[in-house]
């Protein structure tokens, strides 16, 4: 067996710590050649990433190279300055007397500290660091590229240090302004987010530089690796590969397993070096891990899941979970995920989260995940026994006391889906005992009295049938009889035409005794009808909350009218009976016709029998009518507790909408009203999507109201959340099958949107399903502004915008993607030329400057400087100019706003690259604004503010400073020094000269 040649004695693996710049094991990466690069070009940047990833040696590499061409480079490790205690003076002091005192600077007396605070004692201890900063550019005059490690340790300090990340990026912006700016770099490094330097949310976010990817050792980057084991394997090659297959590539994993294999005396024999690293790694890293864990890396990860912020431990743990039972989940750039790769135990795989290596997964395994969520959540044991029924076991469900003290525990802590879920089920199941007991009794009486009425009913119509059956027959037997007797009169002699007579007397009698047994059977029917009556009465009460009983009703019309025609049919026979009678009053004066015509009558009277059994079936089929109305009313009652549930989830949107009245939030209470509208007045015909609409709206009801008192408000948005996953599910099964209405297409436009808002998960996947439907519903309507104009419309309603919100956020979400900003911007368009059409022209301005500042990509901001409007796009200024004019009949407009500013005597010769006026002509200027409709306000004329009542021709678009309502310098507007310029100057760009300037120059 051959071996490498051997190994030096000194030769080691550095794990934990910094790699001097000349170690012989440090591992070059692409973060090594991307980190150069950004720096020589300027930029600045962060590497961001978790602990003992190799951040702090690839700085000391970095900077090793960067020197060697001449350029200044300072380390700056924040924990050497401390956190605990520090005052702020203190902490900046600590940095720039790092700064100060590194020997790559050598700045020697040239600078002293404390006479820099003695200087500026009067300024803030963060402006007395940007002093510190301007100094050290005068005194050194190459680049200077100041590493700041550590970085996240900024977090634990008891002030706040938003000033200095805000002061950082001020040397950036300031790079146009003042060129030595250029000459400085800043590079950060730590265990953070760029979002977490900045915590005040009300502050513009740490957006700056570079961030820097630093990932595992690839095969080929880590080679240089096997010169510390080669004497140990004939193949190192395989043995550094199977190293990799177990750390995933994690450099201090990497660099530890390799020194175990170089300090082993066992000679590895050709082919088992699989085996041999795999017992290397069960017996000296994963088994009894916590006690080898030397220096701390497993424990790390574990704290920092378990106790950086126990709020939030249970759901990273379920967010683990999932990652580890399915193999990886997608990435959503969520906090929670950001998390967890901080922690160090997933990585970034393409487009999804995994485990970062095989030694993480069979450390922090499924046990190991049962035992830390046990230890966190007092529920455990039911908990779990649920889970592994697979949700169906409700006997493991929380109940009474238990449940109460599960939801104490509970609040505000981020939980996981299935935690969330299991308490849902939990509360549920106690509402639906609840709700059970105070049923039942109800239920039991209904029965009672349905089944009385039935009763009688059965009693009633079996009497009646009885009795008209036995009628029937005498009658049947009393007829033959007659007819008889009269045949055998007929054939002794015609001359006892009275003994006939006698006898067809007889005869009628007979037959009126049958109709008298008909009458019978019709008295019993009505009897019947009158009982079916009662039933359908009594059905009608118990069913009072039917939205369908109206049909029911018309059934049973239907019904009666179906009886009456039998009863019509009965008449037509007494009728016919009455036409027999008048032939047999004959028989005085037609003997001889007599018996032709009583066979006649016979048949006719055959015929009555049938159609009384007709009758009998007819009212047979009347019964099994009832019988099925019954049925119906059982399916009544199942659609009448549907109705129950969507009326309370109608009752408590309407307190939403009424809270979010009171809080000010018109537009959002009225989109919550329609969609209450859309669905008591049945404009939405799917069960399905009906409730699925009011879970949505609840969702995004509660979500603007926990946007002001988020800790009331959180308990119930997280509930109504978890309910519309669970109902999402259901119109998943039918949603193909939804008829494409305006109103349906709507109702998926908003219920995918809301889903997307409260699931960041599949934000993208739920956002660009709602986009789909969009387009589907765009394609639905003959122009753009029946948008804005559906019946009882959820998409649009001023602010509370759903169409521009899913535009936005798509945006947001892939923002390469330019359609969705295309989108926006014609959907705002539309919106203008929409207000314009209804005359709301107040509205309309309004919305005129949001628009522009859209365009000029300087919402955020929310004002205009001169360079915003020399280069605003020249097709959409005249876009929204040819809005104006149209809409207005020629009374509004820029282009009319420039005909009135000339006419009276003023000049739009202006110099764009001196910000100068040629000619500013103040009379000219304040004719103009009081023509159009803006009064002075103010003794020196200065400021100015459109008057009210009737708008004036040129009045709008107005001055922004009408919108900003300001009392010194408006908020949207233009930025202009005051000096040299005369008085009263234009100080606002929204209906300023500014604008009508860039209309000539647009018109050129």
Same mark, same amino acid.
């Given at each position: 067996?051959?071996?490498?040649?051997?190994?030096?004695?000194?030769?080691?693996?550095?794990?934990?710590?910094?790699?001097?710049?000349?170690?012989?094991?440090?591992?070059?990466?692409?973060?090594?050649?991307?980190?150069?690069?950004?720096?020589?070009?300027?930029?600045?940047?962060?590497?961001?990433?978790?602990?003992?990833?190799?951040?702090?040696?690839?700085?000391?590499?970095?900077?090793?190279?960067?020197?060697?061409?001449?350029?200044?480079?300072? !380390?700056?490790?924040?924990?050497?300055?401390?956190?605990?205690?520090?005052?702020?003076?203190?902490?900046?002091?600590?940095?720039?007397?790092? +700064?100060?005192?590194?020997?790559?600077?050598? %700045?020697?007396?040239?600078?002293?500290?404390?006479?820099?605070?003695?200087?500026?004692?009067?300024?803030?201890?963060?402006?007395?660091?940007?002093?510190?900063?301007?100094?050290?550019?005068?005194?050194?005059?190459?680049?200077?590229?100041?590493?700041?490690?550590?970085?996240?340790?900024?977090?634990?300090?008891?002030?706040?240090?938003?000033?200095?990340?805000?002061?950082?990026?001020?040397?950036?912006?300031?790079?146009?302004?003042?060129?030595?700016?250029?000459?400085?770099?800043?590079?950060?490094?730590?265990?953070?987010?760029?979002?977490? %330097?900045?915590?005040?949310?009300?502050?513009?976010?740490?957006?700056?530089?570079?961030?820097?990817?630093?990932?595992?050792?690839?095969?080929?980057?880590?080679?240089?690796?096997?010169?510390?084991?080669?004497?140990?394997?004939?193949?190192?090659?395989?043995?550094?590969?199977?190293?990799?297959?177990?750390?995933?590539?994690?450099?201090?994993?990497?660099?530890?397993?390799?020194?175990?294999?170089?300090?082993?005396?066992?000679?590895?024999?050709?082919?088992?070096?699989?085996?041999?690293?795999?017992?290397?790694?069960?017996?000296?890293?994963?088994?009894?891990?916590?006690?080898?864990?030397?220096?701390?890396?497993?424990?790390?990860?574990?704290?920092?899941?378990?106790?950086?912020?126990?709020?939030?431990?249970?759901?990273?743990?379920?967010?683990?979970?999932?990652?580890?039972?399915?193999?990886?989940?997608? +990435?959503?750039?969520?906090?929670?995920?950001?998390?967890?790769?901080?922690?160090?135990?997933?990585?970034?795989?393409? !487009?999804?989260?995994?485990?970062?290596?095989?030694?993480?997964?069979?450390?922090?395994?499924?046990?190991?995940? =049962?035992?830390?969520?046990?230890?966190?959540?007092?529920?455990?044991?039911?908990?779990?026994?649920? +889970?592994?029924?697979?949700?169906?076991?409700?006997?493991?469900?929380?109940?009474?006391?238990?449940?109460?003290?599960?939801?104490?525990?509970?609040?505000?802590?981020?939980?996981?889906?299935?935690?969330?879920?299991? %308490?849902?089920?939990?509360?549920?199941?106690?509402?639906?005992?609840?709700?059970?007991?105070?049923? @039942?009794?109800?239920?039991?009486?209904?029965?009672?009295?349905?089944?009385?009425?039935?009763?009688?009913?059965?009693?009633?119509?079996?009497?009646?049938?009885? #009795?008209?059956?036995?009628?029937?027959?005498t009658a049947r037997k009393r007829i033959r009889f007659g007819v008889l007797v009269l045949f055998v009169t007929l054939g002794i002699t015609g001359l006892l035409g009275i003994g006939a007579f006698?006898?067809?007397?007889?005869? @009628?009698?007979?037959?009126?005794?049958?109709?008298?047994?008909?009458?019978?059977?019709?008295?019993?029917?009505?009897?019947?009808?009158?009982?079916?009556?009662?039933?359908?009465?009594?059905?009608?009460?118990?069913?009072?909350?039917?939205?369908?009983?109206?049909?029911?009703?018309?059934?049973?019309?239907?019904?009666?009218?179906?009886?009456?025609?039998?009863?019509?049919?009965?008449?037509?026979?007494?009728?016919?009976?009455?036409?027999?009678?008048?032939?047999?009053?004959?028989?005085?004066?037609?003997?001889?016709?007599?018996?032709?015509?009583?066979?006649?009558? !016979?048949?006719?009277?055959?015929?009555?029998?049938?159609?009384?059994?007709?009758?009998?079936?007819?009212?047979?089929?009347?019964?099994?009518?009832?019988?099925?109305?019954?049925? #119906?009313?059982?399916?009544?009652?199942?659609?009448?507790?549907?109705?129950?549930?969507? +009326?309370?989830? @109608?009752?408590?949107?309407?307190?939403?909408?009424?809270?979010?009245?009171?809080?000010?939030?018109?537009?959002?209470?009225?989109?919550?009203?329609?969609?209450?509208?859309?669905?008591?007045?049945?404009?939405?015909?799917?069960?399905?999507?009906?409730?699925?609409?009011?879970?949505?709206?609840?969702?995004? /009801?509660?979500?603007?109201?926990?946007?002001?008192?988020?800790?009331?408000?959180?308990?119930?948005?997280?509930?109504?959340?978890?309910?519309?996953?669970?109902?999402?599910?259901?119109?998943?099964?039918?949603?193909?099958?939804?008829?494409?209405?305006?109103?349906?297409?709507?109702?998926?436009?908003?219920?995918?949107?809301?889903?997307?808002?409260?699931?960041?998960?599949?934000?993208? #996947?739920?956002?660009?399903?709602?986009?789909?439907?969009?387009?589907?519903?765009?394609?639905?309507?003959?122009?753009?502004?029946?948008?804005?104009?559906?019946?009882?419309?959820?998409?649009?309603?001023?602010?509370?915008?759903?169409?521009?919100?899913?535009?936005?956020?798509?945006?947001?979400?892939?923002? !390469?993607?330019?359609?969705?900003?295309?989108?926006?911007?014609?959907?705002?368009?539309?919106?203008?030329?929409?207000?314009?059409?209804?005359?709301?022209?107040?509205?309309?301005?309004?919305?005129?400057?949001?628009?522009?500042?859209?365009?000029?990509?300087?919402?955020?901001?929310?004002?205009?400087?001169?360079?915003?409007?020399?280069?605003?796009?020249?097709?959409?200024?005249?876009?929204?100019?040819?809005?104006?004019?149209?809409?207005?009949?020629?009374?509004?407009?820029?282009?009319?706003?420039?005909?009135?500013?000339?006419?009276?005597?003023?000049?739009?010769?202006?110099?764009?690259?001196?910000?100068?006026?040629?000619?500013?002509?103040?009379?000219?200027?304040?004719?103009?604004?009081?023509?159009?409709?803006?009064?002075?306000?103010?003794?020196?004329?200065?400021?100015?503010?459109?008057?009210?009542?009737?708008?004036?021709?040129?009045?709008?678009?107005?001055?922004?400073?009408?919108?900003?309502?300001?009392?010194?310098?408006?908020?949207?507007?233009?930025?202009?020094?005051? =000096?040299?310029?005369?008085?009263?100057?234009?100080?606002?760009?929204? /209906?300023?000269?500014?604008?009508?300037?860039?209309?000539?120059?647009?018109?050129?």
């Amino acid at each position: 067996m051959t071996m490498n040649s051997p190994v030096p004695q000194d030769y080691q693996y550095q794990f934990g710590g910094s790699l001097p710049a000349n170690a012989p094991t440090y591992v070059t990466r692409q973060a090594d050649a991307d980190l150069y690069q950004a720096v020589k070009a300027g930029e600045f940047c962060f590497v961001l990433n978790s602990r003992q990833m190799g951040k702090s040696s690839l700085r000391v590499r970095t900077m090793q190279r960067l020197q060697r061409e001449g350029i200044a480079c300072v !380390s700056i490790d924040l924990t050497a300055i401390g956190t605990s205690g520090l005052k702020s003076e203190q902490w900046y002091s600590g940095i720039i007397d790092t +700064i100060a005192g590194s020997e790559n600077l050598n %700045l020697g007396e040239q600078f002293d500290i404390d006479e820099l605070w003695e200087e500026n004692s009067r300024f803030s201890d963060v402006q007395i660091f940007g002093k510190f900063i301007d100094k050290l550019l005068k005194l050194i005059s190459t680049q200077i590229v100041i590493f700041i490690d550590e970085i996240d340790s900024v977090l634990s300090l008891k002030f706040p240090v938003d000033d200095f990340f805000a002061l950082i990026r001020a040397f950036f912006n300031q790079r146009v302004d003042n060129p030595q700016y250029q000459r400085i770099n800043f590079v950060l490094l730590g265990v953070a987010t760029p979002s977490e %330097l900045i915590q005040d949310k009300k502050r513009t976010p740490f957006n700056i530089g570079k961030g820097i990817e630093l990932t595992g050792f690839e095969f080929a980057e880590a080679l240089p690796l096997i010169n510390g084991f080669s004497g140990q394997t004939s193949n190192p090659e395989v043995v550094l590969k199977t190293i990799l297959d177990w750390t995933g590539g994690q450099p201090f994993l990497t660099q530890k397993i390799c020194e175990f294999v170089r300090q082993s005396t066992t000679v590895i024999p050709p082919g088992e070096e699989a085996a041999f690293v795999e017992n290397l790694v069960r017996n000296r890293v994963i088994q009894n891990w916590e006690s080898q864990d030397e220096p701390e890396h497993f424990r790390t990860i574990r704290d920092r899941i378990l106790k950086r912020d126990e709020q939030k431990a249970a759901y990273l743990l379920d967010l683990y979970q999932q990652v580890w039972q399915l193999g990886g989940i997608d +990435i959503d750039s969520s906090i929670e995920q950001s998390d967890l790769q901080l922690a160090g135990i997933v990585v970034k795989k393409k !487009s999804t989260l995994k485990v970062y290596n095989l030694i993480y997964q069979t450390i922090f395994d499924s046990l190991w995940i =049962e035992k830390s969520l046990a230890s966190l959540r007092p529920y455990a044991e039911n908990y779990r026994q649920w +889970i592994l029924s697979g949700k169906h076991d409700d006997s493991r469900l929380l109940r009474e006391n238990a449940l109460v003290e599960a939801e104490a525990w509970a609040n505000n802590k981020s939980l996981g889906f299935q935690d969330l879920e299991f %308490l849902a089920a939990s509360r549920k199941r106690e509402r639906e005992k609840e709700l059970a007991e105070t049923e @039942i009794q109800a239920e039991l009486e209904r029965q009672r009295k349905e089944k009385e009425v039935a009763e009688r009913a059965r009693q009633i119509e079996a009497e009646a049938k009885q #009795e008209a059956e036995k009628q029937l027959v005498t009658a049947r037997k009393r007829i033959r009889f007659g007819v008889l007797v009269l045949f055998v009169t007929l054939g002794i002699t015609g001359l006892l035409g009275i003994g006939a007579f006698i006898a067809g007397n007889t005869a @009628i009698k007979e037959q009126r005794k049958a109709e008298d047994a008909q009458k019978t059977v019709i008295k019993a029917q009505e009897e019947s009808k009158k009982v079916a009556q009662e039933l359908s009465q009594t059905k009608g009460e118990l069913a009072k909350q039917q939205q369908n009983s109206e049909n029911l009703k018309q059934e049973v019309n239907t019904t009666q009218r179906k009886a009456e025609k039998v009863k019509a049919d009965l008449d037509k026979v007494q009728k016919d009976k009455n036409s027999l009678e008048a032939e047999k009053n004959q028989l005085t004066s037609d003997a001889e016709k007599l018996q032709g015509e009583l066979k006649s009558k !016979s048949r006719e009277i055959n015929q009555a029998e049938q159609q009384v059994k007709n009758f009998q079936n007819k009212f047979t089929n009347i019964q099994a009518q009832v019988k099925a109305k019954i049925k #119906e009313l059982k399916t009544a009652k199942n659609n009448t507790d549907e109705l129950k549930q969507s +009326i309370a989830k @109608i009752t408590e949107l309407s307190g939403v909408a009424s809270r979010l009245q009171q809080k000010g939030k018109i537009n959002e209470a009225n989109q919550s009203l329609n969609i209450a509208g859309l669905v008591l007045q049945e404009k939405i015909k799917d069960t399905t999507l009906k409730e699925v609409l009011l879970d949505s709206a609840l969702v995004l /009801g509660y979500q603007y109201l926990a946007g002001e008192e988020k800790e009331r408000y959180q308990t119930k948005y997280l509930k109504n959340a978890d309910i519309l996953s669970r109902s999402l599910k259901e119109l998943s099964k039918i949603e193909t099958r939804i008829d494409n209405y305006p109103t349906n297409l709507a109702t998926l436009v908003y219920i995918y949107y809301v889903k997307g808002h409260s699931d960041k998960a599949k934000a993208v #996947e739920n956002y660009k399903k709602a986009f789909e439907h969009l387009s589907s519903l765009k394609s639905k309507l003959k122009s753009h502004i029946e948008l804005f104009t559906l019946d009882l419309n959820i998409l649009y309603n001023g602010n509370a915008d759903i169409v521009a919100l899913l535009y936005r956020q798509l945006q947001e979400i892939d923002g !390469s993607n330019t359609v969705y900003y295309q989108s926006l911007k014609q959907h705002l368009l539309n919106e203008l030329d929409y207000l314009m059409q209804q005359q709301r022209w107040r509205e309309a301005d309004l919305k005129n400057w949001q628009f522009i500042l859209y365009l000029a990509g300087k919402e955020k901001r929310g004002y205009l400087d001169l360079t915003d409007v020399e280069n605003f796009n020249c097709k959409d200024l005249k876009q929204l100019d040819t809005l104006w004019v149209k809409n207005s009949n020629g009374r509004f407009g820029y282009s009319v706003q420039k005909k009135i500013y000339l006419d009276k005597g003023n000049s739009l010769d202006f110099d764009w690259e001196k910000k100068e006026w040629k000619k500013w002509n103040p009379k000219g200027y304040e004719d103009y604004r009081e023509s159009v409709g803006w009064r002075p306000l103010g003794n020196d004329g200065y400021l100015w503010k459109r008057g009210d009542g009737k708008l004036k021709d040129g009045e709008l678009p107005g001055d922004d400073e009408e919108k900003a309502g300001t009392t010194s310098r408006p908020v949207g507007g233009c930025y202009l020094p005051a =000096e040299p310029y005369p008085k009263p100057y234009p100080t606002t760009c929204g /209906g300023s000269p500014f604008f009508l300037l860039r209309l000539v120059d647009c018109s050129r």
